[in-house]
T-cell receptor, first 118, second 115 residues
Framework: DTGVSQNPRHKITKRGQNVTFRCDPI?????LYWYRQTLGQGPEFLTY????????KSRLLSDRFSAERPKGSFSTLEIQRTEQGDSAMYLC????????????????FGPGTRLTVT | AQTVTQSQPEMSVQEAETVTLSCTYD???????LFWYKQPPSRQMILVIR??????QNATENRFSVNFQKAAKSFSLKISDSQLGDAAMYFC????????????FGQGTRLTINP
């Protein structure tokens, strides 16, 4: 168990550029979550996947944002035409949900990708 | 909508002493979990302690314990024998048991440990 990993850890981009982040969850985890954390605030839910299906998206996720989780493994979060308001820490978390897995509901977080839009 | 409120932006405590961080939440759900997460500077968030709403007994994990008052919708974290490594941002979070189980976080409390 190597934990949740995210790449890159830091990304600086110019306004209007596209960026893509990657999250590798704990290998046996079937749920994957994306959160956004701005300075001085707690994380806010963006979207989540169960296996490869994206089941819910927050209203925070504008049309410029798209997330995928092909084959139910790693996930990518893409932001098109970045704006300065997109500057934040993007956190990924994973969990294991299902019969016989125990009712812990614990989400394991990655270190995050800090995005700065200049 | 569910909300979580942490009214203490910053707290400080002397090493080896006890500190309590406050959290209140609002929900109409009956089945849910409450969590305290710790986020050290530039490091990832880790779970400190978890409380199931249907359990009356307060959760305890070593030096960490909670005071869960369901009727008052209050969920405070007590850290005993504070250590320098406890310095971090602490987030209170709420999650319903059904559906997405997404977490709703409070604004966080920055805890400083004075040697």
């Amino acid at each position: 168990d190597t934990g949740v990993s995210q790449n890159p850890r830091h990304k600086i981009t110019k306004r209007g550029q596209n960026v893509t982040f990657r999250c590798d969850p704990i290998s046996e985890h079937n749920r994957l979550y994306w959160y956004r954390q701005t300075l001085g605030q707690g994380p806010e839910f963006l979207t989540y996947f169960q296996n490869e299906a994206q089941l819910e998206k927050s209203r925070l996720l504008s049309d410029r944002f798209s997330a995928e989780r092909p084959k139910g493994s790693f996930s990518t979060l893409e932001i098109q035409r970045t704006e300065q308001g997109d500057s934040a820490m993007y956190l990924c978390a994973s969990s294991l949900i299902g019969a016989g897995q125990g009712l812990t509901y614990e989400q394991y977080f990655g270190p995050g990708t800090r995005l700065t839009v200049t | 909508a569910q909300t979580v409120t942490q009214s203490q932006p910053e707290m400080s405590v002397q090493e080896a002493e006890t500190v309590t961080l406050s959290c209140t939440y609002d929900t109409s759900e009956s089945d849910y979990y409450l969590f305290w997460y710790k986020q050290p500077p530039s490091r990832q968030m880790i779970l400190v302690i978890r409380q199931e709403a249907y359990k009356q007994q307060n959760a305890t994990e070593n030096r960490f314990s909670v005071n869960f008052q369901k009727a008052a919708k209050s969920f405070s974290l007590k850290i005993s024998d504070s250590q320098l490594g406890d310095a971090a941002m602490y987030f209170c979070a709420y999650g319903i048991i059904q559906g997405a189980q997404k977490l709703v976080f409070g604004q966080g409390t920055r805890l400083t440990i004075n040697p």
